[in-house]
């Protein structure tokens, strides 16, 4: 396999300037000086906390930038290059609110946000969760309909606490089923953590005995079809019951009411309901929460910036908890339109989001990533036989239902496990062995040689010439036309000659491998 040469390893270097220390005035082609949405309920309250911090927040981020940015925050992909070069064609005021509704809008939110949610909900087929392939294919596309439909949060989160039947056929009862131990403890733990955003492991035990009685009746019965099971209120249980819940209030539970009810309508009633939902929104957008981390909401763990939870929690509900609209009103702030340059050393850069913060893309989105840039599809394995784990050869990683199905690939690049529900559960640190993939790979290196995407590029109407190429590779990696530097140093000498002719098929391989490897590419910013 031949190396990648010292030229485009320095060209990966340069594609990756923007994390450059701070700059006094807006650095190109990263920034702007002037934001293009108004201020919001967001903005002076995260604004507010920084000036009491003496943080000085980034720049408004560029054209560039929100495009590619908003582009994987919600659609969990990079933008093609016909919609970079139509957007940064668009001379309209509103474009970039035209473009996070067409964004919201689209089947790529569905998979990429039920994706999210599968990490939440542990949807696998394998140990510790033991799901079962039937069961996942119906939690996922249940979950997929939620998320399409838009339905409000408090809905499906009610049909999932209040659910009964058949596992294969009542799909939101493997809420329950997904829990790795069917005590009253175990699934009082699951429930906390995905609607109240706590760990009662943080509790005084007889508060987490106290509330787990609300969980102590449910049965759990298998029927004569393969791993299929019954989850329902246990009916010898006739006795009435009170349970005093954390806030004190005491729910009195009927002789064979199902307790599961009021407890759901109490749930719903909480601020912290919604304010759990919102910061796990928040934290999917963002990679931490406003109380980080995103699932540890408690009194000695406070939010970062006084009084935005609760505005967001607010907000979720008088919204009907239409979870497109908070995350319409989180994407229309200028704090999520901001710079990932910071322009303050303080430590608090971070947790005040005064920069957007940097990281290195998922895995399943890094992988289609590089699916679609070199036109070829991933290969799955799975310890559960077939058919149960057939995968479609067009299939995307997004849209993958089992946590149990994986490749090499994604374990390398810290795919969620789906054990715990956690939602830092999913690892996106920077590794060694990942790094060495990217620069060593044989099989990347076939891939992007084969590459009709990359062929094309060559030979399309209008992209012959030499630095016409070169734009259209930066356009469709970064969604951005390269810098003067980057252009003579991806063109040599053809830069002086302006040379009509393409580069050779190697020379664009080469330039497209390097900048795989530059983490502008690799992380999302």
């Known amino acids: 396999m031949k190396p990648i040469s010292i030229i485009w390893l320095a060209i990966a270097w340069m594609s990756s300037g923007w994390v450059a220390a701070v700059e006094s005035g807006p650095v190109q082609p990263f920034e702007t000086d002037r934001f293009a949405v108004a201020p919001s309920e967001i903005d002076r309250l995260a604004f507010a906390a920084m000036r009491e911090a003496g943080v000085e927040p980034a720049l408004p981020c560029s054209d560039e930038v929100f495009l590619r940015r908003v582009h994987l925050d919600v659609a969990g992909r990079i933008p093609t290059l016909a919609e970079t070069r139509a957007f940064l064609r668009d001379p309209s005021k509103d474009?970039?609110?035209?473009?996070?509704?067409?964004?919201?809008?689209?089947?790529?939110?569905?998979?990429?946000?039920?994706?999210?949610?599968?990490?939440?909900?542990?949807?696998?087929?394998?140990?510790?969760?033991?799901?079962?392939?039937?069961?996942?294919?119906?939690?996922?596309?249940?979950?997929?309909?939620?998320?399409?439909?838009?339905?409000?949060?408090?809905?499906?989160?009610?049909?999932?606490?209040?659910?009964?039947?058949?596992?294969?056929?009542?799909?939101?009862?493997?809420?329950?089923?997904?829990?790795?131990?069917?005590?009253?403890?175990?699934?009082?733990?699951?429930?906390?953590?995905?609607?109240?955003?706590?760990?009662?492991?943080?509790?005084?035990?007889?508060?987490?005995?106290?509330?787990?009685?609300?969980?102590?009746?449910?049965?759990?019965?298998?029927?004569?079809?393969?791993?299929?099971?019954?989850?329902?209120?246990?009916?010898?249980?006739?006795d009435a019951l009170d349970v005093r819940l954390p806030d004190h209030h005491v729910i009195h539970v009927a002789p064979g009411e199902d307790g599961r009810v009021p407890f759901a309508a109490w749930l719903i009633a909480q601020p912290r309901f919604a304010e759990a939902g919102a910061n796990r929104v928040w934290a999917w957008v963002f990679g931490r929460g406003i109380v980080h981390e995103p699932d540890d909401l408690r009194p000695e763990n406070p939010a970062a910036i006084p009084g935005l939870l609760e505005h967001l929690g607010q907000a979720f509900a008088a919204d009907g908890y239409d979870s497109r609209k908070l995350l319409r009103r989180i994407l229309h702030s200028r704090l999520y339109q901001l710079s990932s340059i910071p322009r303050s050393e303080s430590s608090r850069v971070a947790e005040l989001f005064a920069a957007y913060p940097v990281r290195r893309l998922e895995a399943e989105v890094l992988l289609d990533t590089l699916c679609d840039l070199t036109g070829t599809r991933e290969g799955y394995m799975s310890p559960i036989p077939e058919p149960f784990t057939h995968v479609p050869p067009s299939a995307r990683s997004v849209r993958l239902a089992d946590g149990s199905i994986t490749s090499p690939f994604l374990e390398m690049f810290g795919r969620s496990s789906r054990d715990s529900g956690h939602i830092l559960e999913r690892n996106n640190q920077v590794s060694d062995a990942q790094m060495l993939y990217l620069l060593n790979s044989t099989e990347l290196q076939n891939r992007l040689a084969r590459s009709p995407k990359l062929r094309a590029l060559t030979r399309g109407k209008g992209s012959r010439k030499a630095d016409q190429v070169v734009e259209a590779v930066y356009l469709s990696l970064l969604s951005r036309r390269p810098t003067h530097r980057e252009s003579v140093a991806a063109l040599g000498d053809r830069a002086a000659t302006r040379a009509p002719a393409p580069p050779p098929p190697q020379q664009l391989e080469d330039l497209v491998w390097a900048l795989v490897n530059s983490k502008e590419f690799l992380h999302r910013h």
């Open 95 to 238: 474009r970039r609110s035209r473009l996070i509704d067409r964004l919201l809008e689209s089947d790529d939110h569905v998979d990429y946000w039920t994706m999210h949610w599968c990490d939440v909900l542990r949807v696998k087929s394998e140990f510790p969760i033991n799901l079962w392939p039937d069961a996942v294919q119906a939690y996922h596309r249940w979950i997929r309909e939620q998320v399409a439909a838009n339905r409000p949060y408090d809905e499906m989160a009610t049909e999932m606490l209040t659910a009964s039947g058949s596992n294969f056929r009542d799909p939101a009862v493997n809420f329950y089923r997904a829990v790795p131990g069917k005590g009253p403890e175990p699934i009082a733990a699951a429930v906390a953590l995905t609607f109240m955003g706590c760990r009662i492991e943080h509790w005084p035990q007889p508060i987490r005995t106290e509330f787990g009685k609300i969980f102590a009746r449910l049965a759990f019965k298998p029927t004569a079809e393969w791993k299929e099971e019954i989850v329902c209120p246990d009916p010898a249980c006739f």
